[in-house]
């Protein structure tokens, strides 16, 4: 595997992802540091966590938690097959078992399945169609419980604001990418 794409921490500190064709993976410095931006003040590493990797991708946002939270359930959702495909072979050759799990569908639409039970929720749609992220976060802003977290990772030239319900913790470029870290209110 040739991939740059690592898991910066954890249990599978330094083990390489593979990548699905075309992908955008968030580089492994600008990762670290949301990671660190989340710390323990955000996240508890103790506590139980359930988090929903949107857009998942390669699924790094989501196996990152796995690697540093011994207590996290990660679903991941994303339309392509490619994707999915990548992100199951990421997770078996971790073994993570049961607290990772893969749902091939619209990230818009498992708002309803996904978004009441999620405490962290990654955001990382297609740069060249950031309607989707901001359509998921409106959506989101409805269901979330108080408290949930919402990192979501935009392209910085085309980002949105956050919708009404969501309350900015930080907001952070790392080149081209803007990260917004908010708590629903």
């Not at 989340?38 to 989501?62: Q, T």
């Not at 690697?67 to 072979?89: A, C, G, L, Q, W």
């Not at 956050?162 to 930080?170: A, I, K, Y």
Request: aromatic share 8%; charged share 25%.
């Amino acid at each position: 595997m040739d991939s740059k794409l690592q898991i910066i921490s954890g249990r599978f500190h330094g083990r390489k992802l593979y990548l699905p064709p075309n992908a955008r993976p968030t580089q492994n410095r600008a990762r670290a540091a949301l990671f660190n931006m989340l710390g323990a003040r955000l996240v508890d590493p103790m506590e139980k966590l359930n988090v929903w990797d949107a857009f998942a991708g390669s699924g790094a946002f989501g196996i990152e938690c796995l690697s540093r939270y011994p207590n996290v359930n990660v679903v991941f959702t994303d339309v392509d097959t490619e994707s999915v495909k990548t992100i199951k072979k990421n997770l078996g050759m971790l073994n993570v078992g049961a607290n990772g799990r893969v749902d091939m569908t619209d990230a818009i639409a498992a708002v309803a399945k996904y978004g009441a039970m999620a405490d962290l929720v990654f955001v990382d749609a297609p740069y060249d169609t950031p309607e989707l992220g901001a359509a998921l976060v409106q959506k989101l802003a409805q269901v979330a419980h108080e408290k949930t977290i919402l990192v979501w990772e935009q392209e910085a030239a085309r980002a949105r604001e956050l919708p009404d319900g969501w309350r900015t913790v930080r907001d952070k470029q790392y080149g081209r990418a803007r990260f917004l870290i908010a708590v629903r209110e």
